[in-house]
């Protein structure tokens, strides 16, 4: 008889108190006896897989709001949100992906106009000393990352992630042997450092020496043809963006970021060395050149010259050209009497 009738759907309330025993249950793994294991985790798959589809809609209508406000607030009353991201890496991959999404969903619910979310995990920023390193870990990597980007679309929590020592551990992360974990870090990075401008800019500044030093050796310079291809992009989105003019301006003062600009000038793939040359316009334009500076820019003009003559793209673009036409005027015009330098050694670029 029992078949015969249709379940009465849960309401939000019912459905997160229920989820939340089964997480309980999951986080404890006390249990001994196999079957009821595995009967607990298929039940927490089908209560996640609910509570998305009450999150997102199911593909015909559209999520009710009232819904998704309760099963927001009960998400974060209760713990209910730590526990979920900590039992992530015992779920099957279905229900991970989807406890993925309930969590990074969560990130954007407003309840009564306000990011609870935000708050909550102002609260509980060590979620983020378990969502970084996450990485480390190639099962739950991808999920862990997702989730980070969301929880950093908050100003406070990438403000910790970049003030600790996570920071630190990206350039190993970048680097993963696993592209789809590289990849991910590398996204994550990025949104760390150019979404919330003023905090990167304070960042950058405070912590210039040490991440510029790791930035350029690590991945400027790195065997990675994919490493190098997404640094000098990033590089030249931080350095263009206004809110680091004085960051940039300490930068393109360096002679040694400049050798590694000019060595990048010389990579085989076009797409470097087109973005390589955005970055390396910011050191020919700077008014204020150190003498080194010029000194290489004079020793090497008919190179250069040469080059950037040569250097074509493959569409056509007239802020490309213009800028180039910019470029090759600057160095035609420095001065000849600057003392060269005598050593040029990697910086000289392809004749």
């Known amino acids: 008889m029992k078949g015969l009738f249709k379940q009465k759907p849960r309401t939000p309330m019912e459905l997160m108190r229920h989820t939340r025993e089964l997480l309980i249950y999951v986080d404890r793994n006390t249990e001994t ?3 009821k294991r595995e009967e607990k985790m298929s039940e927490l798959s089908k209560a996640v897989l609910e509570i998305r589809i ?3 809609g199911n593909g015909e209508s559209e999520p009710n709001r ?3 406000a309760q099963l927001t607030q009960e998400f974060f009353k ?9 039992c992530i890496p015992k779920l099957n991959l279905g229900a991970r ?3 993925t999404h309930v969590v990074a969903n969560l990130q ?9 979310a935000s708050h909550y995990l102002e609260k509980n920023i060590d979620l983020m000393d378990i969502l970084i390193p996450g990485y480390e870990d190639s099962d739950i990597a991808l999920s862990y990352g997702t989730i980070s980007r969301e929880c950093i679309r908050h100003q406070s929590i990438a403000r910790y992630v970049l003030e600790s020592e996570h920071m630190k551990k990206f350039f190993v992360y970048i680097q993963d042997p696993n592209f789809h974990i590289a990849s991910d870090a590398a996204a994550t990075f990025k949104e760390l450092l150019t979404r919330h401008k003023s905090t990167v800019a304070e960042f950058l500044s405070r912590n210039y020496d040490w991440f510029f030093q790791e930035y350029n050796s690590q991945l400027l310079e790195s065997p990675s043809y994919i490493t190098r291809r997404h640094a000098i992009k990033l590089l030249g989105d931080m350095l263009l963006d206004r809110s680091n003019s004085a960051v940039m301006v300490r930068y393109v003062n360096s002679l040694d970021n400049m050798r590694i600009l000019m060595n990048l000038l010389r990579d085989s793939n076009k797409t470097i060395q087109l973005e390589t040359f955005h970055v390396f316009k910011l050191f020919v334009a700077n008014q204020n050149k150190p003498p080194e500076i010029v000194s290489i820019l004079v020793t090497n003009r008919s190179k250069l010259l040469r080059f950037l003559g ?7 673009d007239e802020q490309f050209e213009a800028d180039k036409a910019q470029v090759m005027k600057e160095i035609s015009s420095l001065d000849p009497r600057e003392r060269p330098c005598t050593s040029l050694g990697d910086c000289e670029v392809p004749c």
């Open 33 to 35: 006896r196999e079957h």
């Open 54 to 56: 009450k999150l997102f």
């Open 66 to 68: 009232d819904a998704c």
């Open 78 to 86: 209760e713990d209910t949100f730590r526990l979920l991201i900590i």
């Open 97 to 99: 992906q989807d406890a």
């Open 108 to 116: 954007r619910q407003k309840v009564n106009n306000q990011l609870i």
């Open 310 to 316: 040569d250097f074509k793209i493959d569409k056509a």
